[in-house]
């Protein structure tokens, strides 16, 4: 019985579509939050590994990000002008075309995806 199950999880791996095993890939990051980016930072979601993205969008701005991992799930964190940060937990990176990072004035923030 298990050898079948394993037989059919194979099946199934090899005739899923390329995208949902692809992880994340390059994406657009949108500056929705009122203030300038000095500084983006990405890490795993779980992990302490943080490691600089290329670029950090003026406010109102949108930069494209040439990025790769197997993973979807990532954390993003900002130093936005000023000096103040700004972190977004749990960013799905899979299969998107734009991740819009926004912030209000009591510095709550959240994600938008397009």
């Known amino acids: 019985m298990i ?11 090899a005739v899923a579509p390329a995208s949902a095993l692809a992880g994340a890939g390059r994406f657009t990051l949108v500056n929705a939050t009122g203030a300038g980016l000095k500084s983006v930072a990405i890490r795993r979601f779980g992990t302490q590994d943080w490691r600089p993205l290329s670029a950090a969008p003026a406010s109102g701005a949108r930069a494209a990000i040439d990025f790769a991992d197997p993973d979807c799930a990532f954390d993003i964190r900002a130093t936005l002008d000023g000096g103040a940060t700004a972190q977004w937990s749990g960013v799905n990176l899979c299969e ?19």
Do not use: E, H, P
Not at 3 to 13: D, G
Not at 96 to 114: C, E, F, M
């Open 96 to 114: 998107v075309k734009a991740v819009i990072l926004s912030r209000n004035a009591t510095g709550a923030t959240w994600v938008d995806y397009d």
């Open 3 to 13: 050898r079948v199950a394993w037989i059919t999880l194979a099946a199934l791996v």
